[in-house]
């Protein structure tokens, strides 16, 4: 894949549908501020967040440990891809050392290696085109009006409380002219 079809997301965390209980990684494309929700199962889930929590198991979990792997082969990961969307599941590559071999890995187990060894987390521009989600919009009179009474410390308070409680659900979805994005479920 080339360079140019890739956009740098940010990992913002995993988040349980309240509706129908299903777990999402919510990536967010800052530019665009497009939000990417990718369902996962709840062993990758916890991998995502006790990582992002800093939480060290007592024994290494299995992203740990191939992180712990790689470390001892002199291996960096580079980055990670989000390369595809194939029948509702993200297909992603391992981008690993100055050959920049790929290995082909699920979404769920990239991201969860990508935020134990910080390295960035890319998506195809045409994956982010069909799933990405605007974030709903804000005024800018509203955005001044909350950074004007609110220290940073409480923006952050309500950032993060903002996190725990949204779904893909809360975003528009479709583009000006009512072309539907596509669907966002199934395995990452």
């Not at 595809?84 to 050392?97: I, Y």
């Amino acid at each position: 894949m080339h360079e140019d079809d890739l956009v740098q997301l940010e990992v913002l965390g995993v988040r349980r549908h309240p509706g129908d209980d299903e777990l999402v990684v919510l990536l967010l494309e800052p530019v665009g501020e497009l939000i990417v929700p990718i369902a996962i199962g709840p062993t990758e889930a916890g991998a995502i967040a006790t990582a992002q929590a800093g939480v060290v198991p007592p024994r290494p979990m299995t992203h740990d440990l191939l992180r712990d792997v790689l470390i001892s082969l002199d291996v960096r990961v580079v980055q990670v891809e989000i390369t595809e969307l194939v029948g509702g599941v993200f297909h992603a590559a391992l981008v690993l050392g100055e050959r920049r071999t790929r290995v082909d890995a699920r979404a769920s187990d990239a991201i969860a290696l990508a935020v134990r060894v910080g390295c960035p987390v890319l998506c195809a521009t045409d994956v982010l085109a069909e799933v990405g989600v605007e974030a709903a919009p804000v005024s800018p009179e509203e955005a001044d009006e909350a950074a004007a009474s609110s220290s940073p410390d409480e923006q952050v308070a309500q950032f993060r409380q903002f996190l725990d409680n949204v779904s893909p659900d809360d975003f528009e979805r479709g583009e000006p002219g009512g072309k539907d994005r596509g669907s966002t479920s199934g395995g990452g």
